[in-house]
């Protein structure tokens, strides 16, 4: 029962898975004291995504495990305190039983193979506008000093000896398998070989003598960390998982291979005849980064915060904080977990050819649209099929259609002629609702509007913490909407400037829907960077006036001045965001049943 939950959370691959004015009262709402806080506690922050496998050309399960990290640590630099605050790292995996078979598959030495899709990831990355700070391969020689001196905290601290290893592993999720993750499947000629239960990948029987990793001393410390650390975890249906996991019995770990066996790796330290796990391997990359063995790393661990895909969540919740507190460090802060992408409801692989190129959808859909999508769309708690109409629809409604319409609707010149930021009139639309008299033309739902707003930042915050980037994406989209039915409940169309009884109202009108727009461009900076920039370029924002911190919404509303009031709006630069063409042909058609 307890092991389907957990399946079914995890999913089964292949056969069946937030000072301007600091004197502003308590009902201005702003982030400001939420950056005070995060200045106060933890004023560095350090993202990573995990590093990628050079076996095959990246995918659009890829990217989303990327854009998530950008859009955190474009969130947090946006909030402060400063943007050398914010480390994000990403890279590539290259070491590996994996890699090196698939290196001879392409008849290719493994550091050609390397090289060549290496740079595959890193050019997605820059196309995506991936804002990593470092990308590291585990190939470079600073990754392996890193590794070998790591291994060498552990072993002088008992924690490795040598003994036979015998059990299933499988090369291509690079893990050691006990009797029971195992089961056989039939071939295409009636035979039946042996495959992961969890991913359905092949796994062969090994019998080595290596080096073994002591991890059964840290399941007791493993559980204290977690239930110490409730958030540790996010979201919590997987901290819930790796606390079920724990109370089974924990083997202590192979942590080398032979090197005949495997040469394509970092050797162990003294011992040639060993090559160093690539899992271990693979995850000192994060310590790598920010500088370890020197004390830099420090300053940077361990305020992390790793954003993984929930296929290689025990690698992450398990194996490396033990391998952590083993060498005398914290575990991670945060660890971020996230669902899969499949196509037609089927997992994306080469063998059944339904693989989605992100740079093909890039292409298509542009940057900024396909980071929309995907984050969108993108459900950290469960898996989400991708198909090309809903792409279609999604960003034909929210972003060329409401958001782009209302962008539209407040800057065209027929509308706002002198293409300014209108004056808020404070006696068309009072701070207090109900106020009755010949001059109040504010409504009930106005004011609502304006409570959504104003609260707005901080509930994208708060779902930026949780990990919900869809849900703060959804908060502004419903946010959007309701600012258009404020601009279509009171028709600025059918207003006239020249009157002196709809000119104030109409500057109002116009205002409150500009600092609405304005709330969403600085919101939406993380996930479409450009399109937001483009958006708070047209209502006159300068770069200065965009931060998190500094996003006092309607201040003169709220009895302060305005600091856009009377601003020119920038210059004109077409459509916000282009209609996509329906009638296309797809790349990979809905999945009807
Ligand atoms: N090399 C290891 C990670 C080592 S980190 C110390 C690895 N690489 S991977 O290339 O297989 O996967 C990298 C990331 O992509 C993982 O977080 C994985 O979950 C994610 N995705 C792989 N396929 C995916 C989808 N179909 N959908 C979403 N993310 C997917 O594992």
């Avoid at 493994?110 to 890193?122: I, M, W």
Wanted: proline fraction near 7%.
């Amino acid at each position: 029962m307890l092991r389907k939950s957990v399946l079914r959370l995890l999913g089964r691959t292949g056969a069946s898975r937030l000072s301007l004015l600091e004197d502003f009262g308590p009902r201005y709402y702003s982030l400001g004291s939420l950056s005070a806080r995060d200045d106060a506690r933890d004023a560095r922050a350090y993202f990573t995504t995990p590093i990628f496998y050079v076996n095959a050309a990246p995918h659009i399960g890829h990217l989303y495990s990327a854009l998530l990290a950008d859009a955190l640590s474009r969130h947090r630099r946006l909030r402060g305190p400063s943007t050398a605050a914010t480390r994000f790292s990403t890279g590539t995996d290259e070491h590996g039983l994996k890699i090196q078979q698939a290196a001879a598959t392409a008849g290719l030495a493994p550091t050609e193979l390397c090289d060549r899709v290496s740079k595959h990831f890193q050019q997605l990355f820059q196309e995506a506008g991936i804002s990593c700070t470092d990308f590291i391969r585990t190939t470079e020689a600073r990754h392996r000093v890193a590794v070998q001196h790591f291994w060498g905290v552990l072993k002088s601290r008992g924690l490795l000896y040598k003994g036979v290893y015998e059990g299933w592993y499988c090369a291509s999720d690079e893990c050691f398998l006990p009797e029971a993750k195992v089961t056989r499947q039939l071939g295409p000629l009636g035979d039946s070989f042996p495959v992961s239960l969890e991913s359905g990948h092949p796994v062969s029987w090994t019998k080595e003598e290596n080096y073994i990793f002591r991890l059964s001393q840290f399941r007791e410390p493993l559980q204290r960390w977690l239930r110490g650390n409730p958030q540790a975890i996010t979201p919590e249906p997987f901290h819930h998982v790796v606390l079920q996991w724990l109370d089974e019995e924990l083997p202590d770990l192979s942590v080398s291979r032979r090197s005949s066996h495997l040469h394509w790796g970092i050797p162990v330290p003294g011992d040639d005849s060993q090559t160093i796990y690539v899992w271990l391997d693979a995850l000192v990359n994060y310590l790598t980064v920010i500088g370890y063995p020197n004390a830099e790393f420090k300053s940077w661990w361990p305020a992390t915060s790793h954003i993984i895909g929930k296929d290689i969540l025990k690698f992450h919740a398990i194996y490396w904080p033990a391998f952590l507190l083993g060498a005398g460090m914290s575990p991670p802060q945060r660890i971020y977990v996230h669902s899969h992408w499949t196509v037609c409801g089927q997992k994306m692989s080469k063998s059944l050819g339904n693989v989605v190129d992100p740079r093909t959808c890039l292409n298509r859909y542009t940057v900024d649209g396909f980071r929309y999508f995907l984050l969108r769309q993108g459900v950290p708690n469960w898996d989400c099929d991708y198909y090309d109409e809903k792409v279609v629809k999604l960003l034909n409604s929210e972003l060329a259609d409401a958001l782009g319409g209302l962008l539209n609707r407040c800057t065209a010149k027929r509308i706002n002629p002198s293409e300014t930021y209108p004056a808020f009139c404070t006696t068309c639309f009072p701070s207090e609702p109900g106020l009755v008299g010949p001059s109040v033309r504010a409504q009930a739902e106005d004011y609502a509007l304006v409570s959504s707003v104003a609260t707005l930042p901080k509930q994208v915050a708060d779902h930026y913490d949780n990990f919900q980037i869809y849900k703060a994406l959804e908060a502004v989209s419903s946010c959007v909407r309701q600012t258009n039915g404020f601009v279509q409940r009171h028709a600025p169309w059918k207003l006239n400037w020249e009157s002196p009884v709809d000119a104030p109202w109409l500057g109002t009108v116009l205002h409150v829907a500009l600092e609405c727009l304005r709330v969403f461009g600085t919101l939406l900076q993380p996930v479409t960077p450009s399109l937001a920039d483009k958006l708070l370029s047209r209502l006159g924002v300068s770069a200065s006036e965009r931060n998190l911190g500094e996003l006092y919404f309607l201040p003169r509303f709220y009895g302060h001045p305005c600091p856009f009031e009377g601003r020119r709006l920038g210059p004109e630069t077409g459509l916000l965001f282009p209609r996509l063409d329906p009638s296309r042909t797809w790349l990979v058609k809905a999945h009807r049943t």
